[in-house]
């Protein structure tokens, strides 16, 4: 079973500030397979990024994801107001299929 | 522009089976390479997959409540349905349909989910 380790669990910041969210696997996860999720409280989660670093529809480029292997980073480059959120990263591929990680909180300094 | 809306009871029994039923709009459910979901969040929790269907009916479950789970398609309706069963208080959760797009391999269309309650 892969597991998906995201740290921090929390990260404090101020607007502006550049946020790295990690998310690691157990196992090696293929690029293809690694998306990242933003969740509001109260709401869905909505996709941000796929296949580790395209970016989903509507999404702006201050979102960014990259890695490979086992380790993930989501990066925001300058925190806006409405990215102050919880972060999540999901795999595909291994039993179970499909599972997330336990979530980053990034939230206002 | 596809949407999707849970439906279903809001609080269930302890041992009863907890239903639920996705209606998807503004698309067919039949259409493209897109699998469809069920995934729940406990309060204050993450997320967690509990399976899908493709709309042949092929279906994959998470192994944790495999026993417990059935997810069917009606694609007259353009809905999909979860049944879980022999439900506990750690059943109760928020409980979200959501599009896998293949092509993507990603959730990228999501329901705005429906609180459930295990409680007698």
């Known amino acids: 079973e892969i597991v998906l380790t995201q740290s921090p669990g929390t990260l404090s910041l101020s607007p502006g500030e550049r946020a790295t969210l990690s998310c690691r696997a157990s196992q090696s996860v293929s690029s293809s397979y690694l998306a990242w999720y933003q969740q509001k409280p109260g709401q869905a989660p909505r996709l941000l990024i796929y296949g580790a670093s395209s970016r989903a529809t509507g999404i702006p480029d201050r979102f960014s994801g990259s890695g490979s292997g086992t380790d993930f980073t989501l990066t925001i480059s300058r925190l806006e107001p409405e990215d102050f959120a919880v972060y999540y990263c999901q795999q595909y591929g291994s039993s179970p299929l499909l599972t997330f990680g336990g979530g980053t909180k990034v939230e206002i300094k | 522009q596809v949407q999707l809306q849970e439906s279903g009871p809001g609080l269930v029994k302890p041992s009863q089976t907890l239903s639920l039923t996705c209606t998807v709009s503004?698309?067919?459910?039949?259409?493209?390479?897109?699998?469809w979901s069920w995934i729940r969040q406990p309060a204050g929790k993450g997320l967690e997959w509990i399976g899908r269907i493709y709309t042949s009916g092929s279906t994959n479950y998470n192994p944790s409540l495999k026993s417990r789970v059935t997810i069917s398609v009606d694609t007259s309706k353009n809905q999909f349905s979860l049944k879980l069963s022999s439900v506990t208080a750690a059943d109760t959760a928020v409980y979200y349909c959501?599009?896998?797009?293949?092509?993507?391999?990603?959730?990228?269309?999501w329901g705005q989910g429906t609180m459930v309650t295990v409680s007698s």
């Open positions: 503004g698309g067919s459910i039949s259409s493209g390479s897109y699998y």
């Open positions: 959501a599009r896998y797009f293949d092509w993507d391999d990603a959730f990228d269309i």
